[in-house]
């Protein structure tokens, strides 16, 4: 399990770059969109590799046979 951090760097003319690191997918927009919307406007977005990959379940369950 990684570790979920937001780094935020402030620029003196007020602009803002924040980097998502540890969360997987595209959930990474569901926990910056409320920070997003009180910082303003979003010039743009430059997406990770995290962003594109996916949570992967394994189910490993082995049927109990009555021999």
Not at 9 to 30: A, H, L, M, N
């Amino acid at each position: 399990m990684s570790i979920e951090t937001l780094e935020f760097i402030i620029f003196p003319d007020g602009r803002v770059q924040e980097k998502v690191t540890g969360i997987i997918g595209k959930s990474c927009e569901e926990v910056t969109k409320a920070i997003e919307s009180q910082l303003g406007r979003v010039i743009s977005q430059q997406k990770t590799g995290e962003y594109y990959e996916e949570k992967i379940s394994i189910n490993n369950t082995i049927p109990n046979q009555n021999w």
